[in-house]
């Protein structure tokens, strides 16, 4: 069965502090893997979206990670904001077959001032 | 940000009645999913529709129905709504790469 963990399952940090999410996933074969951020009472956005042969992707200050041989991916949040306070999910689509990406249960992160 | 509207956006209903909301894009996406997110299980896909009457069961669809007689309109239907079911729900749609999917803004349904 497709499966996505996420760790930790929140986080607490203070503003300006670095900090990183964990994903690991068996969703095999792989077709890409994204990161969403959901603010309170909000839909999912996406913050990034990496394909089998990417590595590293930046959007300003996140900045994600993939190990698609050992099925690893990182979340990086440089210089932490208050706006930042939010779940993060991880989303992995597996090739073929309909598109049903299977979803982590989220990271949520505090930022305190 | 994508073009997808979710109406009603906040809704209390009785136990016992039925409930539809309903997944508006303007996108010509064909993929539309309806999801509920609940504290503790995150995402949970409850139907999806990979195009105009092209629908399927997804891991927690028991009580629900949907239907899709247009690309920009997916229902989901509680026919008789219970506690359980008080939850947000989510749609979203994706295009024929799969690349990004793109969520509403929720649904918020409680049921009493």
């Known amino acids: 069965k497709n499966q996505v963990e996420q760790s930790p399952q929140s986080l607490i940090i203070l503003e300006g502090k670095n900090c990183t999410l964990q994903?690991?996933?068996?969703?095999?074969?792989?077709?890409?893997l994204r990161w969403y951020k959901q603010d309170t009472g909000r839909g999912p956005v996406s913050l990034t979206i990496m394909t089998f042969s990417e590595n590293t992707k930046s959007n300003g200050r996140y900045t994600a990670t993939l190990d698609a041989d050992t099925k690893q991916s990182s979340l990086h949040i440089t210089a932490s904001q208050l706006s930042d306070s939010a779940s993060y999910i991880c989303?992995?689509?597996?090739?073929?077959?309909?598109?049903?990406?299977?979803f982590g249960r989220g990271t949520s992160l505090i930022v305190h001032p | 940000d994508a073009g997808i509207t979710q109406s009603p956006r906040h809704k209390v209903t009785e136990t016992g009645t039925p409930v539809t909301l309903r997944c508006h894009q303007t996108?010509?996406?064909?993929?539309m999913y309806w999801y509920r997110q609940d504290p503790g299980h995150g995402l949970r896909l409850i139907h999806y529709s990979y195009g105009v009457k092209d629908t399927d069961k997804g891991e927690v669809s028991d009580g629900y129905s949907v239907s899709r007689s247009k690309t920009e309109d997916f229902l989901l239907t509680l026919e008789s709504a219970t506690s359980s079911q008080t939850s947000v729900y989510f749609c979203?749609?994706?295009?024929?790469?799969?690349?990004?999917?793109?969520f509403g803004e929720g649904s918020w349904l409680t049921v009493v």
């Open positions: 989303v992995v689509l597996g090739v073929g077959g309909s598109y049903i990406p299977t």
């Open positions: 996108e010509n996406h064909r993929y």
């Open positions: 979203a749609i994706t295009d024929s790469s799969g690349n990004t999917i793109y």
């Open positions: 994903c690991n996933y068996t969703v095999s074969p792989f077709s890409n």
